[in-house]
């Protein structure tokens, strides 16, 4: 079982981000916006209708040994721009879920700046080789990101997807 210690001060930096544990002082106003966004709602499968359930939520995730949840900061700001989280961490796979809240982040290449980075960390400190992701079929800027670092196309990914999504994969060599 992984030490969930030794993520507690976890910083992953790329160029204009960088990225750290979550935590309730993150949630806020600003981040509860974010999942009742007319566009985010549309691809998210969790929301939350107040704050105090959000921060239920995200102080759940910190204590679970199999989730690495990160929000994503802008180096020069240090604003909360989203998050990316690597659920069920286990026997060297994780399911990926990420969300740039911040609407005028959307579209400027953060998923393929921090994605990179971050799954790196967790292939070297968590030994992941596979990380899968669901994804709305209509998203596609999400999926263009998402095959521009190499995720492919998954027809059996470990968790129930729905008609409306498809499944990636990316498989560290």
Known sequence: MFNKKVSKNLRINTQRFYLREL???DVGPRYLSWLQDNITSKFITYRQDNINDLKAYVRAH????????????????????????????NNGQAVMGILIGEPDWRGRGVAKEILPASMDYLHNKRKVDLVYLGVGKKNIPAILAYEEVGFISCNSPPFPIGENGIAMIYQFE
């Open 62 to 89: 910190l204590l679970a040994s199999e989730v690495l949840f990160l929000g994503v900061f802008c180096k020069e700001t240090d604003e909360h721009i989203g998050n990316l989280k690597f659920d069920n961490i």
């Open 23 to 25: 935590t309730e002082k």
